[in-house]
């Protein structure tokens, strides 16, 4: 197999909007997805979907991570650098809006490492909340908002409002939903 140049979203937007215009809009978001060795069933499902994925998959990478070449082949994902230990773009949450709007993106899967679930009522946080009782049939007893993951869904939901964002807990490490 051979392994494929990384490609970073910013400087491969035209191949970015041919992906999302193919999958009608949808992509898999991955924050740190390898940050720190996972569970074999989350291994499992990030190996799963790297050869079987059919649409595009954006991976926020920490800056001290794993090299990026040769990482979820044959996928051959769009990476966006991170702060260390933290899912900031280095350019700035900004750019990765714009991005994803310029491609005309409108609904994105979101996983990743460091997710924490948040049991009980809804979380705190106004645009969560709302968010979640107005995109979903059926607002979830249990919200994610801290971690990289939470950060970036708290990001995603407050400054991408035309965004639709659902989680995939088969994806979500340590904690998932239940």
């Known amino acids: 197999m051979t392994t494929l140049a990384p490609r970073l979203l910013h400087e491969s937007s035209e191949e970015f909007k041919t992906a999302v215009a193919k999958s009608k809009g949808r992509i898999v978001l991955l924050v740190h997805p390898k ?3 996972g569970s074999n069933e989350y291994e499992k499902v990030l190996a799963k979907l790297s050869t079987k994925s059919k649409i595009p998959i954006v991976v926020l990478q920490g800056i001290d ?4 070449e040769g990482f979820m082949q ?18 700035g949450w900004e750019v990765l809006h714009e991005s994803l709007r310029e491609a005309n993106v409108k609904t994105v899967l979101l996983g990743g490492m460091k997710a924490k679930i948040i049991h009980g009522a809804i979380g705190g946080n106004y645009y969560l909340s709302t968010y979640e009782k107005q995109a979903m049939p059926r607002p979830p007893k249990q919200t994610i908002e801290i971690g990289c993951v939470g950060t970036t869904y708290k990001e995603l939901v407050t400054n991408s409002p035309h965004l639709k964002i659902r989680l995939m807990p088969g994806l979500l ?3 998932r939903p239940h």
Do not use: M, R, S
Not at 65 to 68: F, K, Q, S, Y
Not at 74 to 83: D, G, K, Q, S
């Open 173 to 175: 490490y340590p904690e």
């Open 65 to 68: 991570a794993v090299p990026l």
């Open 35 to 37: 940050y720190i060795p």
């Open 74 to 91: 044959p996928a051959n994902p769009f990476f966006v650098i991170t702060h260390q230990d933290h899912p900031k773009p280095l350019k």
